[in-house]
């Protein structure tokens, strides 16, 4: 669904496509399953060339908070 937003100094309003996360709540553990694998093996090849765990995961959830922080989507769980 597109966003007018409105400018000052602009004529013509800026249209935003926004892009909504939707997240169904049967799914959620489905794909967590489904990742757990690649996930870990993400973790220990990070580990294997020198991060710290701590390093790892914070790294993690700042690549998570990016991805979904974006201020045209919005997050729903149904």
């Known amino acids: 669904m597109p966003v007018i937003?409105?400018?000052e100094g602009n004529a013509m309003p800026r249209i935003v496509n926004t892009r909504k996360i939707v997240v169904?709540?049967?799914r959620?553990?489905?794909?967590?399953e489904y990742l757990e694998s690649e996930f870990h093996l993400?973790?220990?090849?990070a580990l294997s060339v020198g991060?710290?765990?701590?390093?790892v995961a914070v790294a993690l959830?700042?690549?998570v908070a990016?991805?979904?922080t974006v201020p045209e989507r919005a997050i729903t769980l149904h």
Do not use: A, F, P
Not at 42 to 45: A, F, G, Y
Not at 51 to 55: A, C, G, N, P, Y
């Open 5 to 7: 937003l409105k400018e």
């Open 66 to 68: 990016e991805e979904i």
């Open 24 to 26: 169904s709540s049967d």
């Open 28 to 32: 959620l553990n489905d794909c967590k």
């Open 61 to 63: 959830d700042g690549l």
């Open 51 to 55: 991060w710290s765990l701590d390093e």
């Open 42 to 45: 993400m973790i220990d090849h």
